[in-house]
């Protein structure tokens, strides 16, 4: 019973393609988040949504569109892909974050997608 | 900007001794911190946070705040070969925003 599952788990592909990558999670949370991780292993969010809306969104080049079609479902859809886009891609989800110390619920990581871009 | 600072390593210890792993972070309003493991080719999986001042102890783990400093450790007691992975530290900002560093490789040779 897979948590937090995203497919593919694989994406090779050329320069200029358009791609999706899809995210479910089956824990009932509603908080769901994209973390783009390099090759140097730093991992950063890119996007968080909170019941279907959009809550954190960094510095990200907007050819990346994230869609929540409800709130167990958060897909990431990439536009004229670059070589830089190589990397790999991992959805979470959690709770809200709480209102006493630690003020933070646990993210639960999907299993990750690695994208390669040639 | 907000950074968490980590040494890449690797870090090789024998089984059975003590690995101890570092953290720095930059942006005093973080409010917790947390140690997460990631096995290669692996997701990153929480393994301790913290967010008083002091250390915590949970199992062969502890972990180690100190906010005048700005750092957080972790020690991992009688290590074994299992715990060879990387070591990802994170402080919690706004929202449940994390900020991780970039992860210390860790190798538990027998």
């Known amino acids: 019973d897979t948590a937090v599952s995203q497919t593919p788990k694989y994406l090779v592909t050329q320069m200029g393609n358009d791609k999706s990558i899809k995210c479910e999670q089956n824990l009932g949370h509603d908080t769901m988040y994209w973390y783009k991780q390099d090759s140097k292993k730093f991992l950063k969010i890119m996007f968080s949504?909170?019941?279907?809306?959009?809550?954190i969104n960094e510095t990200v080049p907007n050819r990346f569109s994230p869609k929540s079609p409800d709130k167990a479902h958060l897909n990431l859809h990439i536009n004229s892909l670059e070589l830089g886009d190589s990397a790999v891609y991992f959805c979470?989800?959690?709770?809200?974050?709480?209102?006493?110390?630690?003020?933070?619920?646990?993210?639960?990581f999907g299993p990750g997608t690695r994208l390669t871009v040639l | 900007q907000k950074e968490v600072e980590q040494n890449s390593g690797p870090l090789s210890v024998p089984e059975g001794a003590i690995a101890s792993l570092n953290c720095t972070y930059s942006d005093r309003g973080s409010q917790s911190f947390f140690w997460y493991r990631q096995y290669s080719g692996k997701s990153p999986e929480l393994i301790m946070f913290?967010?008083?001042?002091g250390d915590k102890e949970d199992g062969r783990f502890t972990a180690q705040l100190n906010k005048a400093s700005q750092y957080v450790s972790l020690l991992i007691r009688d290590s074994q070969p299992s715990d060879s992975a990387t070591y990802l530290c994170?402080?919690?900002?706004?929202?449940?925003?994390?900020?991780f560093g970039g992860g210390t490789r860790l190798m538990v040779k027998p």
């Open positions: 913290i967010y008083s001042n």
């Open positions: 949504y909170n019941n279907k809306e959009l809550i």
């Open positions: 979470a989800s959690s709770q809200p974050p709480g209102t006493s110390a630690p003020y933070y619920n646990e993210q639960f």
């Open positions: 994170a402080a919690h900002n706004a929202g449940n925003m994390l900020t």
